[in-house]
């Protein structure tokens, strides 16, 4: 039987620098997601990449000397190595600089100006540099750029346009008749009363006063502006071009979910509907704007100076310490925070003592009390139901919080099974178990449900802490990839090895301070 497909995206990340964690929180997100959907049978596409273009990215390689494609060369390079470093699963990674792209994005552009959905005009208006956009006197924030705060300035010039209001009430119909389509609610009701409801105005889709970008091929002193190239690499990636489209286009296309950072959710959710609307092409299935990850209480930035890096954070507590923290912390709608302290807090509390200890303390006894080997004597008492219930509903709980996107509630889910397992050991005590002879029997089921619950909870734990997880399956010597509580399995364990160490936060957070 053919696999159900999964095609998940994320934002392309924008080669202006360095991503720093908060940027990096994205990528671990959608491989989370990947990961899971691939355990549950899907036929997974999962892309990612770099936007390469535009006049910020022109100015930055000219302060550093070098050619725009050298810099965005290092850059992407560097993009792609921290991915890797947090041992994220992507199925491509896409450069918008590629030529295949670049071509396609031209007949795109052609094809809409030929239909008449793009036209020659002019610009007037306040523009932010660093955000790349335009905005009318109205859209100021005290004279600054509405969205980053920075200084604005006034240009004028010649530019292709692309007729948004044409396809306003289309789209207000399909949100409206798509609930699931803008994620979560509050985004949508956003997009709804702060754009769809005041009118949109047309917007600038090419621009003549720099050079680094797409030529607009009939018209060739414009490039194409960011968001026609940027937006457009979800598809043309996958094989879409104007005049045929690739079996890897019919298969995958229309997205399933694009996930994205909520500062970004008005050109994935109005512009980017619109351009596929004008192509003829169906609408992506989701667009999920999640929140940030802030640095105390504050967004990370350069002139702050707090900004914290993947790859530094993963040479400090390990790549599945880092992958846990952000997946737990940031909740499904609001932003979350991530400090050194914070970091370590969880650490020792989730990680180390709740499933590390429950790990090393069973395979101790099992080894101990049995040289490894451990079968169901099925010596049942009722202390043992609910251990056993929580097991079989593990799949059943984690499901309804992954359809949701509710990773970190997900997380909760598995460690309220390890929580449970661990006071099941403060139940039934072992050590005083084994100190009498009637009792062997049942002390063998006791560590036999324990094994059981870590070898389904490893399971689960394999999309979010996927090194973790392999290192569970390699303590407890199995190959049991049952789903369920297996009264039939038989383990002969191997040596237990601490999962994460306890750090002494006081120590720590000196040392830190002190790079």
Known sequence: ????????????????????????????????????????????????????????????????????????????????????????TYDRFVRTTDKNHELKVQHIFKKLFDQGDIYLGKYEGWYCTPCESFFTETQLVDGKCPDCGRE???????????????????????????????????????????????????????RTSFSWGIPVDFDPKHVVYVWLDALTNYITNIGYDVDNQTEEFKKYWPADLHLIGKDIIRFHTIYWPIFLMALDIPLPKQVFG??????????????????????????????????????????????????????????????????????????????????????NKKVTESVDKELIDMINALDKNVD???????????????????????????????????????????????????????????????????DTSDNIFAQLNTTNDKTYYDEENVYQVGTPSPLFQRIDKEKKLAELENK
């Open 1 to 88: 039987m053919e696999k159900e497909k999964y095609y998940i995206s994320t934002a392309i990340a924008y080669t202006s620098g360095k991503p720093h964690i908060g940027n990096t929180y994205e990528i671990v997100l959608a491989d989370a997601i990947a990961r899971y959907k691939r355990f549950k049978g899907y036929d997974v596409y999962f892309q990612t990449g770099t936007d390469e273009h535009g006049e910020k990215i022109q100015l930055k390689a000219e302060e550093k000397g070098v050619e725009p494609q050298q810099y965005v060369d290092e850059v992407a390079a560097e993009i792609k190595r921290i991915w890797d470093c947090m041992n994220t």
């Open 152 to 206: 604005v300035s006034k240009k004028s010039e010649e530019a292709y346009f692309f007729k948004l209001s044409k396809y306003q009430d289309r789209l207000m119909k399909y949100i409206e008749e798509h609930p699931e389509f803008i994620q979560p609610e509050s985004r949508k009701n956003e997009m709804i009363n702060n754009f769809l409801k005041p009118g949109l105005q047309d917007l600038c889709v090419s």
């Open 290 to 375: 999640h929140p940030w990850l802030l640095f105390g209480n504050d967004k990370m930035s350069k002139s702050k100076g707090n900004i914290i890096y993947a790859d530094d954070l993963v040479k400090e507590f390990g790549v599945d310490a880092v992958r846990y923290y952000v997946l737990h912390e940031i909740p499904f709608a609001n932003d979350g925070t991530i400090t050194y302290e914070l970091m370590i807090e969880r650490i020792n509390s989730d990680l180390a003592n709740i499933l590390g200890n429950l790990v090393n303390r069973t395979i101790s006894m099992a080894n101990k009390y049995f040289d490894g080997k451990v079968t």
């Open 400 to 466: 309804e919080k992954m359809e949701k996107l509710e990773i970190g509630a997900s997380l909760d889910v598995i460690f309220d099974l390890l929580r449970r397992s661990n006071k099941y050991i403060d139940e039934t005590t072992p050590w005083t178990l084994a100190k009498e002879e009637d009792k062997k029997d049942r002390l063998e089921t006791v560590l036999f449900n324990l094994l059981e619950s870590i070898r389904v909870a490893a399971i689960y734990l394999k999309p979010y802490l996927p």
